[in-house]
């Protein structure tokens, strides 16, 4: 199956980067979110992130506005209509993702891929809702996208072996590195990374050390690149605690059981980078 146009739905920090890396990649793309202004600021994301790439070196001028000419922004679900492939990152919430892929199941033609790069829900509960299961997969991408080099990729229980050749293909077209993993709560990547952030949110809880202090430790011991209060900020912590409820209620083990701190952060709307505070401030 030959892929040509891709829709991504969600124009937020990952739905943005995966547009940038498909018309990157040169497909045709279409950003979608629920209205110009979502879009819009996602188009900012891509347009900063490709300037980045300018100055360093990695691609030119002109590339740059060839890669922002495939990317078409959209507030209506049914330009997917001529898409192959739609790969969707809304918020982490199983009832607004299976809205969305009851909706697409509807529109795109019959051959199209629907993809989700949910960090944590059930691919097989998602596909349930279309009546084509078997064209229903998990693409997750690694944040920042742009950046990144993982796409883990989830098969429902009843991907077809085709569609999931397709998306492997496709993540290697996207300079990405394609990992298969089961459809388990959290799958690998949050099932072990999310049990170290919530462990340094209770470091944090029970005064045992400072913000900058557990990140310090585990940056310089580790060698992580960032701290994990820090990368909690940058995946925002409503993301995190949504993680952190599948893998507790998916497993119904206490290990998971997330930190009260955590809670308290979201419900006052410190969700990290993308509103300006987290563990950190950003303003
Ligand atoms: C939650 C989930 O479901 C799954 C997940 O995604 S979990 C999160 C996974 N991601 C990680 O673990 C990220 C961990 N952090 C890192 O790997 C690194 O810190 C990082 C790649 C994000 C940044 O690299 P760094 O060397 O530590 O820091 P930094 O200096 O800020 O960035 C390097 C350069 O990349 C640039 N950069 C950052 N984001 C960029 C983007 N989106 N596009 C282009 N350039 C970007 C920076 O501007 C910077 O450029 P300069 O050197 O010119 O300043
Ligand atoms: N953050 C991370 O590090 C990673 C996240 N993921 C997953 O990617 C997905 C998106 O996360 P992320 O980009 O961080 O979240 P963001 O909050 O940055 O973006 C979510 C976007 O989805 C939009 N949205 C919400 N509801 C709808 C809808 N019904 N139709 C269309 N768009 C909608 C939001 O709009 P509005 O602003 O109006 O709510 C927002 O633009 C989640 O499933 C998350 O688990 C995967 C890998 C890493």
Redesign the pocket.
């Known amino acids: 199956m030959d892929i040509k146009k891709i829709m991504v739905v969600g124009a937020g920090q ?1 739905g943005s ?1 995966i547009a940038q890396v498909a018309a990157q990649a040169g497909f045709e793309t279409v950003l979608h979110d629920l209205n110009f202004d979502i879009v819009n600021k996602g188009l900012e ?1 891509i347009k ?3 300037a ?2 300018v ?2 070196g990695k691609i030119t001028e002109a590339e740059k506005n060839e890669i922002l000419g495939r990317i078409k922004p959209s507030d209506s679900l049914k330009n997917a209509a001529d898409c192959d492939l739609v790969i969707e990152a809304v918020v982490e919430k199983m009832e607004v993702k299976a809205k969305i892929f009851a909706e697409l199941d509807q529109i795109v033609p019959p051959h199209a891929i629907l993809a989700t790069n949910t ?2 829900l059930p691919i097989t509960e998602i596909a349930a809702v279309t009546k084509r299961p078997e064209r229903v997969i998990g693409m ?9 080099k993982l796409v883990e990729v989830i098969r429902g229980l009843q991907t077809s072996d085709e569609v999931y050749k397709v998306i492997e293909e496709l993540s290697r077209k996207m300079d990405k590195v394609p990992v298969e993993c089961k459809d388990v709560p959290g799958f690998v ?2 099932r072990v ?2 049990v170290m952030i919530n462990e340094a949110i209770w470091c944090l809880y029970e005064g045992v050390a400072s913000v900058e202090g557990i990140d310090t430790i585990m940056k310089l011991g580790m060698n ?3 701290g994990p209060l820090a ?1 909690a900020d ?2 925002g912590l409503d ?2 605690l949504a ?1 952190l409820e599948v893998l507790y209620q998916g497993y119904g083990d206490p290990k998971y059981r997330p930190c009260p701190l955590l809670r308290q952060y979201v419900k006052a709307g410190w969700l990290g980078r993308k509103t300006g505070r987290g563990f950190y401030s950003y303003v």
Not at 140 to 148: A, E
């Open positions: 990952m980067g994301t900063k992130s490709l980045k790439f100055e360093k960090s944590s997750h991408f690694m944040n920042p996208v742009p950046l990144m990547s949050n990374l999310q992580h690149p960032m990368l940058l995946i993301t995190v993680i």
